[in-house]
T-cell receptor, first 113, second 115 residues
Framework: GQNIDQPTEMTATEGAIVQINCTYQTSGFNGLFWYQQHAGEAPTFLSYNVLDGLEEKGRFSSFLSRSKGYSYLLLKELQMKDSASYLC??????????????FGRGTQLTVWP | DGGITQSPKYLFRKEGQNVTLSCEQN?????MYWYRQDPGQGLRLIYY???????QKGDIAEGYSVSREKKESFPLTVTSAQKNPTAFYLCASSTPGLEGNYGYTFGSGTRLTVV
């Protein structure tokens, strides 16, 4: 089975840094995605990690440790527009489920002024 | 511009009626997916298709049906057997990337409300 865990809600203030954690247990692994989703809209791609380590992309960074089944998304210099749900998703790598994404429940981030 | 189009954006249905949600892509992607999203539930997979004329059930397929007669199209029918159909429905397509990752593209979603 697949189990992907992330906190339900987080809050932070403008200009701050926030780290959203994701832990996973899956029977096959071909990488981990982070998506941002505003209410009523489609998810938008933020990052993809398949090797251990940190990937930095502007204000957003994502980290992966495959041995620990752990990832985090780091958001720096928070802005009000960063208020959204952040989805962690694991890409499956084998058999009939090759290419399937398994999603966590999402972390609702609220940024206060 | 290539993309994936879902229609309609909002849909109202009376109880007991079947309704079909449209999903069309011009990205030449092989795989297509239907997800359902409820508050606090994340995205749950309904059906997916990795190739034309073939599809598999996802985790919550009961009360839904699909077809994949063309590569570009993957319509979802919500039948009267689906007990709680009010939700936000997302369609996606994907294809293996150069690095082996499957770049997903999502449609803008259809919000279905049963009245």
């Amino acid at each position: 089975g697949q189990n992907i865990d992330q906190p339900t809600e987080m809050t932070a203030t403008e200009g701050a840094i926030v780290q959203i954690n994701c832990t996973y247990q899956t029977s096959g692994f071909n990488g981990l995605f982070w998506y941002q989703q505003h209410a009523g809209e489609a998810p938008t791609f933020l990052s993809y990690n398949v090797l251990d380590g940190l990937e930095e992309k502007g204000r957003f960074s994502s980290f992966l440790s495959r041995s620990k089944g752990y990832s985090y998304l780091l958001l720096k210099e928070l802005q009000m527009k960063d208020s959204a749900s952040y989805l962690c998703a694991v890409l499956h790598d084998r058999g009939s489920t090759l290419g399937r994404l398994y999603f966590g429940r999402g972390t609702q981030l609220t940024v206060w002024p | 511009d290539g993309g994936i189009t879902q229609s309609p954006k909002y849909l109202f249905r009376k109880e007991g009626q079947n309704v079909t949600l449209s999903c069309e892509q011009n990205l030449n992607h092989d795989a297509m997916y239907w997800y359902r999203q409820d508050p606090g539930q994340g995205l749950r997979l309904i059906y997916y298709s990795q190739i034309v004329n073939d599809f598999q059930k996802g985790d919550i397929a009961e009360g839904y049906s699909v077809s994949r007669e063309k590569k570009e199209s993957f319509p979802l029918t919500v039948t009267s057997a689906q007990k709680n159909p009010t939700a936000f429905y997302l369609c996606a397509s994907s294809t293996p990337g150069l690095e082996g990752n499957y770049g997903y593209t999502f449609g803008s979603g259809t919000r279905l409300t049963v009245v």
